[in-house]
């Protein structure tokens, strides 16, 4: 399942993309947003109103009226069913929403601060924009959040 995002749901598309999931943001205008939706077969999530009432198939788009990004992913996650694994989880990267490669420590010395480096054993490179991720702290805590969130739907 791939997604798009009217400009108000940033956050939540970045939150898509750190589980895995290719989603498309920034779209210039409506029509646009409209268009990609059905050219690329992605689900439109959005909060406006009049927008979602333009999407002919209701079952290709989704209305999320919450501000809260835990109420959005929550939403998302129950109307869609997406499944969240730690495997999938950080395949893509942020801020391009293309995947990442797997590098070998010795390939990406150079771009890691020493703390890292030392305490994680995998890594992985975006090769558009050369961002270098790993499962850190924040990551954990992240997960965690989904974790937890994945429990309430059950
Ligand atoms: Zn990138």
Redesign the pocket.
């Known amino acids: 399942m791939k997604f798009i995002c009217d400009d108000m749901l940033g956050t939540l598309a970045k939150w898509l993309r750190i589980l895995g999931y290719d989603t498309r943001y920034g779209a210039k205008n409506d029509d646009e947003l409209l268009k990609i939706s059905k050219q690329e077969n992605r689900v439109l999530l959005t909060r406006d109103k009049n927008l979602y009432e333009r999407t002919k198939n209701k079952s290709s788009s989704l209305y999320i009226k919450s501000m809260s990004l835990h109420e959005q992913l929550v939403l998302v996650l129950h109307k869609t069913g997406i499944k969240i694994s730690k495997d999938k989880s950080l395949s893509r ?6 995947p ?1 490669e797997n590098k070998r420590k010795s390939e990406i010395r150079e771009d890691v601060p020493p703390y890292p480096f030392q305490h994680h054993e995998r890594f992985w490179k ?6 270098v991720y790993w499962k850190g702290s924040h990551w954990t805590t992240m997960y965690d959040r989904i974790q937890r969130i994945l429990k309430e739907l059950n």
């Open positions: 990267c942020i801020i391009c929403n293309i990442l975006c090769p558009k924009c050369n961002r």
